[in-house]
């Protein structure tokens, strides 16, 4: 009775490993899968002195913005988080008193959100 006991309980830790280690490779590869999206969403060439129109993405202008997103993967609390250090990388998404905003952040991840979780619910 002892030894089944034993059993069950390293196999249920062996199982358990295995599922935090697939969840977080499912939960990196979507992480990625949004940085891409977001870059190539705001990948259009504009041309000099030519801004987006508001409510659109922003164009591409000398690629500072699109190669300053990062992803940021926690392992161990099951968290990513993209973003950029770029101060103009909040007005662009939100706006100011002055300029419309060109949100790209929030509807990049929305309108490919089917694909995130299919990236998700993979299975192991």
């Known amino acids: 009775m002892i030894q089944s006991k034993m059993y069950v309980k390293t196999y249920w830790k062996?199982?358990?490993?295995?599922v935090q280690r697939e969840?977080?490779?499912?939960?990196k590869a979507g992480g990625v899968a949004y940085l891409a999206a977001?870059?190539?969403a705001i990948s259009t060439q504009g041309h000099k002195g030519y801004h987006s129109p508001p409510y659109n993405e922003p164009f591409r202008q000398t690629g500072d913005?699109?190669?300053s997103?990062?992803?940021?993967?926690?392992?161990k609390a099951y968290f990513w988080?993209?973003?950029?250090?770029?101060?103009?990388?909040?007005?662009?998404e939100y706006g100011t008193s002055k300029m419309a905003p060109r949100p790209h952040i929030r509807p990049t991840?929305?309108?490919?959100?089917?694909i995130f979780i299919q990236i998700l619910?993979?299975?192991f």
């Open 69 to 75: 997103y990062t992803m940021f993967y926690d392992r």
């Open 65 to 67: 913005l699109q190669n």
């Open 14 to 18: 062996s199982t358990h490993q295995l």
């Open 109 to 114: 991840f929305f309108g490919n959100i089917s």
């Open 121 to 123: 619910c993979r299975p």
């Open 38 to 40: 977001l870059k190539a």
């Open 23 to 27: 969840m977080g490779r499912n939960l």
């Open 81 to 92: 988080q993209v973003g950029s250090d770029l101060i103009y990388s909040r007005y662009l």
